[in-house]
């Protein structure tokens, strides 16, 4: 026969105790929630306060990047004006200044025949389309009808 204890069961004890943590710390859990809101602040003036205080600093933010930004556009076009502006002086200092009459005939030519194309790629205006004829003005021969008993009557 087994050896008899002395009236504790060691397992219903264990149990026991397990059951009396987990219930603690729920018990816990409920105490912190309550405490947590007890101490919840839910003002709408300061909530709104501190809304508008981010939105500032959002929007300085915001504006303190655009202005980087605009800056380095600055500088890189104004390298690449340095550069084309030397590389043009180079260029006019190797050209010969007298033009011929053929050169300017030509680029005349050219001036005129960019101002055709324009001319044609542009949408016509309303003084350069067709004028139709309105249909709501137009006179009827023979006999008009104005309402329902005149068209049967016309029909006839």
Do not use: F, Y
Request: no cysteine.
């Amino acid at each position: 026969m087994p050896k008899k204890s002395l009236g504790v069961n060691s397992k219903a004890v264990e149990a026991k105790a397990r059951k009396d943590t987990v219930r603690k710390a729920k018990e816990e859990q409920v105490a912190k929630a309550k405490e947590d809101e007890l101490w919840r602040d839910d003002d709408k003036l300061i909530s709104r306060k501190m809304d508008r205080k981010a939105d500032a600093e959002k929007k300085k933010a915001e504006a303190a990047a655009r202005k980087a930004q605009n800056r380095a556009a600055l500088e890189e076009e104004t390298t690449q004006l340095a550069a084309a502006v030397s590389s043009s002086a180079i260029k006019a200092a190797s050209k010969p200044t007298k033009v011929t009459r053929a050169q300017i005939a030509s680029t005349i030519s050219k001036t005129e025949k960019e101002k055709e194309k324009e001319a044609k790629a542009r949408e016509p205006t309303h003084l350069e389309l067709e004028v139709t004829e309105n249909v709501n003005r137009i006179e009827v021969d023979g006999d008009e009808a104005r309402n329902i008993d005149e068209a049967i009557s016309v029909l006839r």
